[in-house]
């Protein structure tokens, strides 16, 4: 099945190293940096939205991308990292996938190491993340996707 992820992943790499994982394990998989300009998604059978999250949100360059960018009615999934230990960070995204009726085909979630902010001055937090078994779960979810 053909597959495109967009994905923000700034400071650490966390939810990069998801991908790349993912896309590892399968050669079907494309990623697609949401700062690198638009691409036509309708040739893929599902989109993947990923990003760290930032002030309990994902990244603004996916939320523009998906906004600009996804078609109606193609199936989603989404994959993200995040600091702290928990929230409804797909807020924002869901907003917009919902608007489009793009079905959700589920979520995959970890911690991130993160230093943003106030957490710089302690060292981070969620130091180690995402370990392999969080890596290894993304590849799971995903295969899972079908």
Not at 125 to 140: C, F, L, N, R, Y
């Amino acid at each position: 099945m053909k597959t495109a992820i967009i994905y923000y992943s700034a400071h650490h790499g966390n939810t990069k190293k998801l991908l790349d994982a993912i896309a590892a394990a399968d050669p079907e998989v494309v990623l697609i940096d949401a700062t690198k300009g638009a691409e036509d998604l309708s040739a893929y059978d599902r989109i993947g939205l990923a990003s760290g999250i930032y002030f309990s949100n994902y990244a603004k360059q996916v939320l523009s991308y998906a906004e600009a960018q996804l078609p109606e009615g193609k199936p989603v999934f989404f994959i993200y990292t995040h600091g702290a230990p928990g929230g409804d960070f797909l807020k924002g995204i869901r907003a917009v996938t919902s608007g489009k009726r793009c079905p959700e085909l589920g979520e995959y979630r970890c911690q991130g190491y993160d230093t943003f902010g106030p957490f710089k001055l302690v060292g981070g937090i969620a130091k180690g993340h995402p370990t392999q078994a969080e890596i290894d779960g993304a590849v799971a979810f995903y295969r899972r996707l079908g």
